[in-house]
């Protein structure tokens, strides 16, 4: 540091700059610009820091400032250099540094100016530390130094909801809040899946026969892509499967103007299957399942982008006897017998002698129809073995479908399993 406590033949102000320069503004709303201009600081002394009103500053965005450098003497400075960096708790991000090619001379009433630009993508404090060395015109060599302190906060609060379905599927609840003091406009809400799975995104219109709106075209292309063999084509023609949905991207079900006032919450909904070749306990136990990019914009024009880390989930445990449902009918009368298909899976290493057993006491009201014992005979490891189960509706709505047990002759396993689906009871058709 500079240890001569004469005034100063140069002064330096730091300004920070909207990004960009020149925005739309939302007439709605044009009372902040959050743009703030910092008056001249004094001379830090080593290690200290100075808080300062560069307005509200967000994780995502692009910081800017100005940093001039302004002769306010009478006589000439030489040699002068600029150099700044953004400092965090973490790492150092070197912004300029104009040491090893100084100005050569800065005469009286005279400017100079840098602009530094930097994406924040960490929470908590930060520094931005500037400095300043000339030469004064008898050789003496001066420093000034500017350290100042401003907090970065989360713009977007996101939460996440898994529902983990008997077929592997998952359904994927995303929560976002606007956390910001201001309103945000979220220009884009990307979803990508992790390796194992593909997805579909369930936040658009659908048409009058509940297909969503480009359906046929997806699955037309993707059809193609399954059948080109070549890595490289494949990816060329997802890419090109990318492009197609930009040009003829459907309609949103939040519509076209997504603005989030401050504090308000946003759900998005996502279906992930396991992609074709994919192992199903693989696909089954797997906690990662993608991320998110989100790129908004302020109500005074600034932009910022997201990307979340990877979204996880708690894998469900498999079940060592798993019984799951594979066909339900697409109408059920009250009162009449239905039929559904189920499944039932060994996941153990020995050979089991399963048998099912109705528990007519935890059935409520959906009671099974017909012999209450049900042999399935030897089911080997890791396979499967298919039946058909009876029951009769006694109660219309929604009802819920157990009471099972399931046991294994040769080992004397049992479960039972109060609840393994749904169905929906109508008075009559």
Same mark, same amino acid.
């Given at each position: 540091?500079?240890?001569?406590?004469?005034?100063?033949?140069?002064?330096?102000?730091?300004?920070?700059?909207?990004?960009?320069?020149?925005?739309?503004?939302?007439?709605?709303?044009?009372?902040?610009?959050?743009?703030?201009?910092?008056?001249?600081?004094?001379?830090?002394?080593?290690?200290?820091?100075?808080?300062?009103?560069?307005?509200?500053?967000?994780?995502?965005?692009?910081?800017?400032?100005?940093?001039?450098?302004?002769?306010?003497?009478?006589?000439?400075?030489?040699?002068?250099?600029?150099?700044?960096?953004?400092?965090?708790?973490?790492?150092?991000?070197?912004?300029?540094?104009?040491?090893?090619?100084?100005?050569?001379?800065?005469?009286?009433?005279?400017?100079?100016?840098?602009?530094?630009?930097?994406?924040?993508?960490?929470?908590?404090?930060?520094?931005?530390?500037?400095?300043?060395?000339?030469?004064?015109?008898?050789?003496?060599?001066?420093?000034?130094?500017?350290?100042?302190?401003?907090?970065?906060?989360?713009?977007?609060?996101?939460?996440?909801?898994?529902?983990?379905?008997?077929?592997?599927?998952?359904?994927?609840?995303?929560?976002?809040?606007?956390?910001?003091?201001? !309103?945000?406009? $979220? %220009?884009?809400?990307?979803? @990508?899946?992790?390796?194992?799975?593909? +997805?579909?995104?369930? &936040? *658009?219109?659908?048409?009058?026969?509940?297909?969503?709106?480009?359906?046929?075209?997806?699955?037309?292309?993707?059809?193609?892509?399954?059948?080109?063999?070549?890595?490289?084509?494949?990816?060329?023609? !997802?890419?090109? $499967? %990318?492009?197609?949905?930009? @040009?003829?991207?459907?309609?949103?079900? +939040?519509?076209?103007? &997504? *603005?989030?006032?401050?504090?308000?919450?946003?759900?998005?909904?996502?279906?992930?299957?396991?992609?074709?070749?994919?192992?199903?306990?693989?696909?089954?136990?797997?906690?990662?399942?993608?991320?998110?990019?989100?790129?908004?914009?302020?109500?005074?024009? @600034?932009?910022?982008?997201?990307?979340?880390?990877?979204?996880?989930?708690?894998?469900?445990?498999?079940?060592?006897?798993?019984?799951?449902?594979?066909?339900?009918?697409?109408?059920?009368?009250?009162?009449?017998?239905?039929?559904?298909?189920?499944?039932?899976?060994?996941?153990?290493?020995?050979?089991?002698?399963?048998?099912?057993?109705?528990?007519?006491?935890?059935?409520?009201?959906?009671?099974?129809?017909?012999?209450?014992?049900?042999?399935?005979?030897?089911?080997?490891?890791?396979?499967?073995?298919?039946?058909?189960?009876?029951?009769?509706?006694?109660?219309?709505?929604?009802?819920?479908?157990?009471?099972?047990?399931?046991?294994?002759?040769?080992?004397?396993?049992?479960?039972?399993?109060?609840?393994?689906?749904?169905?929906?009871?109508?008075?009559?058709?």
């Amino acid at each position: 540091m500079d240890q001569s406590r004469e005034p100063h033949l140069l002064s330096l102000k730091v300004i920070r700059i909207p990004n960009p320069l020149v925005t739309p503004v939302d007439p709605r709303n044009n009372n902040d610009r959050d743009s703030t201009t910092l008056t001249e600081a004094t001379e830090s002394e080593p290690g200290s820091a100075k808080d300062t009103s560069f307005g509200k500053v967000y994780l995502g965005e692009t910081f800017g400032s100005l940093i001039r450098v302004s002769n306010d003497s009478t006589v000439l400075t030489r040699e002068i250099s600029v150099k700044a960096e953004i400092q965090t708790s973490t790492q150092r991000f070197p912004l300029t540094d104009t040491s090893l090619e100084p100005l050569s001379t800065l005469g009286p009433s005279k400017s100079t100016e840098h602009v530094i630009q930097h994406e924040i993508k960490e929470l908590g404090v930060h520094l931005l530390v500037c400095s300043v060395t000339y030469l004064t015109d008898d050789g003496e060599k001066r420093n000034i130094r500017q350290i100042h302190r401003f907090q970065v906060m989360n713009p977007l609060a996101v939460k996440t909801k898994v529902n983990n379905m008997a077929d592997g599927k998952v359904f994927l609840e995303v929560q976002v809040q606007n956390v910001a003091d201001r !309103e945000m406009h $979220l %220009e884009r809400m990307k979803f @990508e899946s992790g390796d194992v799975f593909g +997805f579909k995104d369930l &936040n *658009y219109v659908v048409d009058d026969n509940g297909m969503e709106v480009m359906s046929k075209q997806l699955e037309s292309t993707k059809k193609e892509i399954d059948n080109i063999n070549d890595k490289e084509d494949t990816q060329n023609s !997802e890419r090109s $499967l %990318e492009e197609n949905v930009e @040009e003829e991207e459907p309609e949103s079900i +939040f519509g076209i103007q &997504n *603005y989030l006032n401050p504090q308000d919450i946003r759900q998005y909904l996502y279906m992930l299957t396991p992609k074709p070749g994919i192992e199903e306990r693989l696909a089954r136990t797997i906690n990662v399942l993608g991320k998110l990019d989100i790129v908004w914009r302020s109500n005074s024009g @600034e932009t910022g982008r997201l990307q979340t880390s990877q979204l996880t989930r708690k894998p469900p445990i498999l079940e060592e006897i798993e019984l799951s449902v594979t066909t339900i009918p697409a109408s059920i009368i009250l009162e009449t017998p239905f039929t559904l298909g189920c499944r039932i899976r060994n996941r153990t290493t020995s050979v089991l002698k399963v048998v099912v057993t109705a528990v007519k006491s935890k059935m409520g009201a959906v009671l099974l129809s017909g012999p209450s014992t049900k042999n399935l005979g030897e089911l080997a490891p890791d396979n499967v073995v298919d039946f058909q189960l009876e029951f009769v509706p006694l109660s219309p709505g929604l009802q819920r479908v157990g009471g099972l047990k399931i046991s294994d002759v040769i080992s004397g396993y049992t479960k039972e399993i109060d609840h393994f689906t749904d169905i929906f009871v109508l008075f009559s058709k």
